[in-house]
């Protein structure tokens, strides 16, 4: 008797506790938020649109300013889709197959996660560029990577390779491969296995990751700046657009351009809730494991 | 159609799943693999359906090799350990999909196929669960569109993992009596895994007991309860009291190392010696349902016996706890140890 007494009496102690080491810690992290995320997102709209609209518009109307947002969103439009299939692929393999060399291949995704961008960049100036190891070859061939628009794009896609498969391989392992064979007991060829049974139930996974990989491909700085040669209206992404003009004292587009990338995270932010909320209602498995 | 197993091998790395197996499953019938956890099954099974490939052996269907052909060629029904139905996917479609995949000469037309998928979730008796999710089905109501799912495709063998395995024991019953007599109807050479002997003694017409990666007996349920051919067999299927020959060579009755084997119903009691038998003290009686069980200790180590009387035959010689008691086997089977 005593003892269920005292579990009572313990239990309500505890979460008296908890309730204030709740408080404290909600407190503390909204804070922690409000000062890193909330005051910056808020200062860039305040500095883009502190001299008025009319300075907003033409800072982005500027033809520089143009082929920068241009060439992000080519870099983006091949770089998600090449990573959609290499993720797919890789996620496939490492989940529904039992081959050599697997868990190296689960290292080498995580390697662009691991390596930090500006070594990723410098990488392929080191493979690539003029001096680099098939630099002479690609003269030769009269083909230019580094310090133009392929290199931008081949390192976008190696940057952010990782978002797919690793948002895939988990969702993948856990839904095992019974349904795929069960299908193709059923008669069903590989091809419509992929299409009928693999692909709407990891789509939401899929949803998820795309939209992550969108956001860094976009966002990208550190090994884009290292193979781009910040050739303005030629090799400029956004981000290296708003370095440039910052670095002028241009303060007002600097901050315009920029609010591109910040409205880029909010509807990213937007579209993931959207998507996580989707999933929860869907009854199947959350795409959890934040990768980064 | 009926399925030749012959001198299949099947490893895992270093670790051998398969040893040799050969068995026939003739046309038409129900068979059941028995056998417990880990003994190679499910494995076998995979491979006669072309999940798994072997690493040596053969299987023919109808006396024709299979090899070339994979589990999409085989026209082989699985049903899965865990059903497997496409989570996504409503009951109809479910059940609609192995026709919706064949290639477009031999496909049906829309209405064609409504029509054969609400005939077999009639058959299954679930047809009101047409537009649900599998996610809202109990695990009953799952194994039947698994089954239904499968006998979509109007395949010549069925192949069942473990069917009523997840399921509490009124359902599976039930439920097995309920795949009997759907078998009985279709026809289908069906081979069933199972780890249940009550299971597969009550629905198959032949078993295969399986250890450890070889077949230890084939043979109709009665035979086998009756006729273990190997102590695992005995002591696996039903429950056995087991004699040493050190300690009870009167049982035995043989030179040498050997254990009797004796069914708990095929001992009797009296309270008086009678030929062969042995002195026992009852340790425990318990009435359940038509029968009545006894513990009884023999010899000095108190070692125990487990008796199944029928309740007539207990109200002959009623018994207590510290009665002492004489036993003697009406049916026993010595095995070399
Ligand atoms: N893919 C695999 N890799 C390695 N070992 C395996 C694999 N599949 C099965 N095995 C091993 O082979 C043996 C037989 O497995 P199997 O699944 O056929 O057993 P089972 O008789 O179906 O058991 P259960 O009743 O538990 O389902 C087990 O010891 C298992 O560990
Ligand atoms: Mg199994």
New interface residues.
Partial sequence: MSSSHQLINNRKIATHESKAVTLVLITVALFYLLLFLGIPLFAVFYEALGKGWALYWAALQDPDAWSAIELTLIAAAIAVPANLVFGVAAAWAIAKFEFRGKSVLITLIDLPFAVSPVVSGLIYVLLFGAQGWFGPWLQEHDIKLIFAVPGIVLVTIFVTFPFIARELIPLMQAQGK??E?????????GW?TFW??TV??IKWGLLYGVILCNARAMGEFGAVSVVSGHIRGMTNTIPLHVEILYNEYNFVAAFSVASLLALLALVTLLAKSIVEFKVMNN??RLPHGETE | MSITIQNLNKQFGNFTALNNINLEVNSGELLALLGPSGCGKTSLLRIIGGLDVQNSGKILFHGTDVEQRDARERNVGFVFQHYALFRHMTVFENVAFGLRVKPKKERHTETEIKRRVHELLQLVQLDWLADRYPAQLSGGQRQRIALARALAVEPQILLLDEPFGALDTKVRKELRRWLRRLHDELHITSVFVTHDQEEALEVADRIVVMNKGNIEQVGSPDDVYANPTSPFVYQFIGNVNLFHSRTHALWTQQPGDAVAYVRPHDIDISLIPQQSSLPAVVKQVRAIGSVVRLEAAIGQDGEVVEIELSRERFNITPVAVNDEIFIWPRQIKVFEA
Avoid at chain 1, 181 to 189: K, Q, V, Y
């Fill in positions: 019974e349904e064979e069960a299908a193709i007991s059923l008669g069903a060829s419509q009928r049974v709407p139930n009854g199947s």
